[in-house]
């Protein structure tokens, strides 16, 4: 395989799986909205039996769940299926859930000798569209991984086209209201904001305590591993291949320890503390946070006035423009107007967008720049687009937008999973000091944890640990050195509790792998899948250029001698398709 040829299609894939795997790990349930737009396959019809999809349009209300799995095709390229499984694991042959998945499928016929059946895939969150993923990327990650790999996505129970489906609201116009009421917002830096973060959630729980109708504590991890298990049985397979991205670490790891003898390749990518998730504490995430923003400080002093509208002379001058900016900001907040969307732009939203960009260094920190720039001659509109999405639009048909993903699911999935919250307003004022001594980012990852302050008590017999296993082949962990949610030290300190692991470092800023491209991780990676071989422990490696620039063709050389020069040409011109993609709309609304 092409050594380029895996760069060039990990490019194209980077920007789908940073920015989707960033949004459901930022979820704050009050102010988020997103209208999911899915050319292929118009709405987010649920896998139910029944209804009337509209004419020339694929509808998963043409799919009936079994418990064989029968695929139809849902347009050129891809199959779907809807799986039927135990809403309740301990009660087999109770009331079933439906599971809605997709498939890119190989190359090679199934009877080949080739042929190595399917790779499922989770984007993170949790609550992230398994469905969504694959349908925008699958044919990305087929090319590198390979012909031989049926590429699968699911949404998890609870979530997308999934049954039940995990939410809280009883309309779109309701849930668009929740939203516009600012019931729910960053902490501020104040006792005040603390306190409505906490009422909030302890309304979101009470509003899903309602409108549940026997389902929600089904919702959960160690419920969606058993049904991968399912799936997996489904193809006729007895061992899963998995590649699992950020909460998706969390579900790969779940498994391994539930499963152990049904590993046969397995990939946790952006590697969660999964003890720290399952005590909901979410207090390991922010060790290497500032780490990222100090590429920014380094790389845009380096990159000079021409390669970073930001620049100053030093890391540390760029570092004190940025102070200066918060405390004007902070003073004078600005209003902003697009043609799309509007804002007040004060200090509370700014640090918002900087985390929100410290996911997809490579991809957006030039952007940023941009913006922070327009910003100090008092123009916010750049730094808004990079995180308001499309307005809100109220249909005449109440069931057209049913099934957009919405972030009820994550809200499930975590506060179902995690021990339960203290629900008084003194544990989450002291909790959310904890978290800003650990981070400056502190306040604005509290809200995770504050989200299940009011949430249902039910019992906690799923799932939680421990994770030691002796698995039936060594699994794979991968980790960037600048991580801005998901440390290195999270993964190796999970690869501890796998024998035979193994923790394959990048070395660049970003969220998971695919924040940077980098030749050696993905061949890595890529050789894993197909033969099962592992790096060596202690592997570090490099990604291609930096944020803020491209390195001469001698360099991406030096680090591949065997990559030919028109490959070179090949994998640059590809980069610079990469750098006019559009971000994917991130589900903040104002």
């Known amino acids: 395989m092409s050594r380029v040829r895996v760069i060039n299609v990990v490019l194209g894939v980077l920007t789908f799986v940073a920015m989707y795997s960033l949004w459901r790990l930022l979820y704050v349930p009050v102010r988020f909205e997103v209208r999911a737009q899915n050319v292929n396959f118009g709405l987010q019809e649920p896998c139910t039996s029944g209804g009337t999809p509209a004419p020339n349009a694929f509808s998963w209300d043409d799919i009936i769940p079994r418990k064989d799995l029968v695929w139809i095709d849902c347009d050129a390229r891809r199959q779907c299926a809807c799986l039927a499984v135990p809403l309740n694991y301990s009660n087999p042959e109770g009331e079933q859930a439906a599971i809605a998945l997709i498939r890119r499928r190989a190359s090679v016929p199934e009877s080949s000798d080739t042929y190595r059946g399917p790779i499922l895939f989770n984007p993170g969150g949790p609550g992230g569209s398994g469905v969504d993923m694959i349908d925008m990327a699958g044919d990305l990650f087929a090319s590198l991984l390979g012909p031989e790999f049926d590429i699968v996505g699911f949404d998890p129970r609870g979530v997308g086209r999934s049954t039940p489906r995990a939410s809280f609201f009883k309309t779109d116009v309701e849930r668009a209201l929740w939203g516009s009421t600012g019931l729910g917002t960053f902490f ?149 107007k697009t043609d799309f969307s509007y804002a007040i732009l004060d200090y509370t939203f700014l640090r918002f967008v900087i985390f929100r960009v410290l996911y997809s260094p490579y991809d957006l920190f030039q952007t940023l720049a941009q913006g922070l720039a327009d910003l100090a001659a008092g123009d916010g509109r ?24 919405v972030g009820d699911g994550q809200v499930a999935i975590l506060c179902n999973d995690g021990d339960d919250v203290p629900r008084d307003l003194q544990s989450s004022l002291e909790y959310y000091k904890f978290m ?107 990604p291609i250029g930096g944020p803020f620039f491209k390195p001469p063709l001698s360099d991406s050389a030096a680090q591949v001698p065997f990559v030919r020069e028109e490959e070179e040409k090949e994998l640059f011109d590809v980069a610079e398709k990469l750098s006019r993609v559009p971000i994917i709309p991130f589900p903040f609304r104002m």
Request: glycine content about 8%; charged content about 20%; aromatic content about 10%.
């Open 188 to 336: 501020n830096n104040s006792d005040e904001g603390v306190a409505r973060i906490w009422a909030a959630g302890r309304l979101l729980g009470q509003l899903a305590a309602e409108r549940d109708d026997g389902h929600l504590r089904h919702i959960n991890t160690d419920q969606t591993a058993r049904d991968m298990l399912r799936i997996v049985e489904a193809h006729g397979r007895e061992k899963i291949q998995y590649w699992g991205f950020s909460y998706g670490s969390v579900l790969g790891a779940s498994f391994a320890a539930m499963f152990p003898d049904k590993i046969e390749r397995l990939v946790i990518d952006g590697v969660v503390d999964s003890e720290n998730y399952y005590a909901t504490l979410w207090s390991n995430n922010l060790l290497d946070t500032d780490k990222v923003i100090d590429h920014f400080f380094s790389g845009c002093a380096e990159a000079g006035p021409d390669g970073c509208a930001f620049w100053a002379p030093t890391a540390d001058d760029v570092r004190q423009n940025l102070t200066n900016l918060y405390d004007s900001i902070r003073a004078r907040p600005l209003p902003v």
């Open 382 to 405: 750049v730094l808004l687009e990079l995180v308001a999405g499309p307005p809100f639009q109220c249909s005449c048909n109440p069931a057209a937008h049913r099934y957009d993903v």
């Open 436 to 542: 800003t001594n650990i981070s400056n980012w502190g306040d604005i990852w509290s809200t995770i944890r504050l989200s299940c302050v009011g949430w249902p008590k039910f019992p906690k017999d799923h799932f939680q640990g421990p994770f030691n296993a002796n698995t039936s082949h060594p699994i794979l962990l991968v980790g960037n050195t600048a991580d801005p949610v998901t440390p290195l030290a999270a993964a190796k300190k999970m690869s501890s509790f796998f024998n035979g692991s193994v923790v394959l470092t990048q070395d660049s800023p970003g969220h998971c792998s695919i924040s940077a491209p980098s030749l050696c991780t993905y061949t890595y990676i890529h050789d894993y899948f197909l033969h099962g071989t592992l790096p060596k422990p202690g592997t570090v490696c490099d």
